[in-house]
């Protein structure tokens, strides 16, 4: 065996060992079940597949495995539908960070199928009028009139991917999430650069090196990502939301206001001995997706500060910054969770504007009184009645 068939069998099976870790790990590692979740995985089977078949096909162009031209045919369908496979389940895993209805909705799933089945059915023609490639009758490979087409309809997900996660970091209600936003936005750089590279040479499997560094990439920001989410209600965290206040009190513009919102679930120990902590943990994620439901659409942070305590960050324009607050501590004194079917369950919010001359503590201090003198005063309240 030569050099360059052993340099590229190794590259290959590296790439793939290191895909299949990549997929075992996100299944046990606590990643979650979730349908966006399984997309991910799915995405590294397929690309690890694919490298699989680029192993074979390249044992065979380079002489080390000779076998008829319909097995390498087949080969050649794998790989391509392999990868087509992998770039779809990107493109629906980087849709739903945008749009999460899009997994309900199979019209949309079925459509974007199209490239897919269009690349499937080149590759079934190929084999009988050689459009995208073809083997001679010395059983030598060419390429065909529509080579470099089955290129294009595999790549195209992973670019569609990668346009519209740019075009999301610059949507205001993905503001928190602008950092995650650009990584997958730049997941087609490498594989974009090393599929090139590799069309014009094939002595090296430069997409392989590609698609596994991205893959890489994005495992890590995943990771990253459920580092800074709380596991019980799927908003930010403690960490997760100071690191967010400070760095918006540092770039708040001249036409903005930034305002702190500390939520706190009132008489929530009750709830507790009561109903049960199962009972209570539901709670406390229906206010979670309460916040969130309130707040989607605005440039804004939600997260949960600790035990029944909540918090919300609010980036508005002078314009609009108070109306946009009392309207949001309207919504959720009028929420309709309640807990065992029967306990109204109630919130006292503190609010409070912030300057660069704030600390974080101050901040944190000032809302936090206000909204134990609202407590304060519903206590009072409810003893004079």
């Not at 087409?149 to 970091?169: D, G, K, M, N, W």
């Not at 599929?195 to 698609?211: A, E, K, R, T, Y």
């Amino acid at each position: 065996m030569d050099t360059v068939t052993v340099l590229y069998s190794e590259i290959n099976i590296l790439c793939m060992v290191i895909m299949i870790v990549i997929a075992i790990k996100s299944a046990v590692s606590g990643f979650g079940h979730s349908a966006r979740v399984r997309l991910f995985r799915a995405s590294v089977w397929f690309a690890a597949a694919a490298n699989g078949f680029d192993f074979l096909w390249n044992l065979n162009f380079r002489g080390q495995w000779p076998v008829n031209a319909t097995l390498m045919w087949c080969i050649d369908f794998l790989y391509f539908v392999s990868f087509g496979l992998s770039s779809y389940c990107w493109l629906i895993f980087t849709e739903s960070r945008i749009n999460k209805s899009i997994l309900k909705s199979k019209s949309i799933l079925t459509l974007l199928l199209v490239p897919l089945a269009v690349l499937v059915t080149l590759l079934i023609a190929s084999y009988f009028n050689g459009c995208l490639f073809y083997f001679d009758a010395a059983g030598n490979y060419h390429r065909g009139s529509l080579f470099y087409l089955q290129q294009i309809l595999s790549y195209c997900y992973f670019c569609v991917s990668s346009l519209r996660c740019l075009t999301a970091i610059f949507k205001k209600e993905n503001y928190d999430h602008r950092l995650d936003f650009l990584t997958l936005a730049s997941f087609m750089v490498a594989p974009l650069i090393g599929g090139v590279i590799q069309i014009i040479f094939q002595d090296v499997p430069v997409l392989s090196v590609g698609i596994v560094i991205s893959f890489r990439l994005a495992y890590i920001n995943i990771i990253e990502s459920l580092i800074s989410l709380d596991p019980l209600t799927g908003i930010s965290n403690r960490k997760k939301l100071l690191q967010q206040l400070l760095y918006r009190l540092q770039n708040i513009k001249p036409d903005e206001k930034l305002y702190f919102l500390f939520i706190d679930v009132d008489k929530f120990k009750r709830i507790n001995d009561s109903y049960g902590h199962v009972e209570g943990d539901r709670v406390l994620t229906d206010i979670a997706l309460l916040l969130t439901r309130h707040t989607t659409g605005t440039d804004s942070c939600v997260g949960r500060y600790g035990g029944d305590e909540f918090a919300v960050i609010f980036t508005l324009k002078k314009t609009m910054s108070d109306d946009v607050c009392a309207r949001f501590i309207e919504c959720l004194h009028d929420n309709d969770i309640t807990a065992g079917g029967e306990h109204k369950v109630t919130l006292s919010i503190g609010c409070t504007e912030c300057t660069q001359s704030d600390s974080i503590k101050d901040i944190i201090a000032r809302a936090d009184k206000e909204m134990y003198e609202i407590k304060k005063h519903k206590a009072i309240d409810h003893c004079i009645s």
